[in-house]
């Protein structure tokens, strides 16, 4: 099967750089992908690894180590509107088209 | 551009009645069709996949089920509501194999 696990909850200061973990256990792997999900409102898509390594898109960069089933998602220059809950995904099963999330992020921004 | 429509934003519905939630995605074609269900403060729980029209892929069977009568339309059925069913409920297509997933509105769905 397939589980996700990262931390309930992270507080950083406005401006500051935070890191989201996940690790993650699943056959066929097909990659890593990030959500933003504000309250009341739908996931939106932030960014996908599929090999190792880093890839950037603005203020957001997630990272993934597929030896350590692992990745990250770095948020630089924090600002209030960043607050929010973070989830990773990984797509598998067969084809990559079964995407399981993790139970996410709560992220709080603090002025 | 590719848009995903869901409806309605908001349901209430009584014990035991039935369940219909659709999804259309426009401007794209053979999309890969999701439904999620999110409970307040959690994560995201598949429910339903589909590649293809008629090909529906359950991951959570309970008294749910899914349709796909048309290659752009989703459709989340249940016979009879159970308490235990309120929740989010979120459609999304992909293009491939799921490396981006599009999400809908979302239809917060209350049993009582």
């Known amino acids: 099967g397939q589980s996700l696990e990262q931390p309930s909850e992270v507080t950083a200061v406005e401006g500051a750089i935070v890191q989201i973990n996940c690790t993650y256990q699943?056959?066929?792997?097909?990659?890593l992908s990030w959500y933003q999900q504000h309250d009341g409102g739908a996931p939106t898509f932030l960014s996908y690894?599929?090999?190792?390594g880093l890839e950037e898109t603005g203020r957001f960069s997630s990272f993934l180590s597929r030896s350590d089933s692992y990745g990250y998602l770095l948020l630089q220059e924090l600002q209030m509107k960043d607050s929010a809950s973070y989830f990773c995904?990984?797509?598998?099963?067969?084809?990559?088209?079964?995407?399981?999330f993790g139970a996410g992020t709560r992220l709080f921004v603090k002025a | 551009s590719q848009t995903i429509h869901q409806w309605p934003a908001t349901l209430v519905q009584p014990v035991g009645s039935p369940l219909s939630l659709e999804c259309t995605v426009e401007?794209?074609?053979?999309?890969?069709l999701y439904w999620y269900r999110q409970a307040a403060g959690r994560g995201l729980q598949l429910l339903f996949y589909?590649?293809?029209?008629?090909?529906i892929s359950s991951e959570v069977p309970q008294n749910l089920s899914a349709s796909r009568p048309q290659d752009r339309q989703f459709i989340l059925s249940s016979k009879k509501l159970l308490l235990s069913d309120s929740g989010f409920y979120l459609c999304?297509?992909?293009?491939?194999?799921?490396?981006?997933?599009?999400f809908g509105s979302g239809t917060q769905l209350s049993v009582l």
């Open positions: 690894n599929a090999l190792d």
């Open positions: 589909s590649v293809g029209i008629g090909q």
């Open positions: 999304a297509w992909s293009p491939g194999q799921a490396e981006k997933l599009f």
């Open positions: 995904a990984v797509g598998g099963g067969t084809g990559g088209f079964k995407t399981i």
């Open positions: 401007g794209t074609s053979n999309p890969n």
């Open positions: 699943t056959s066929g792997f097909y990659g």
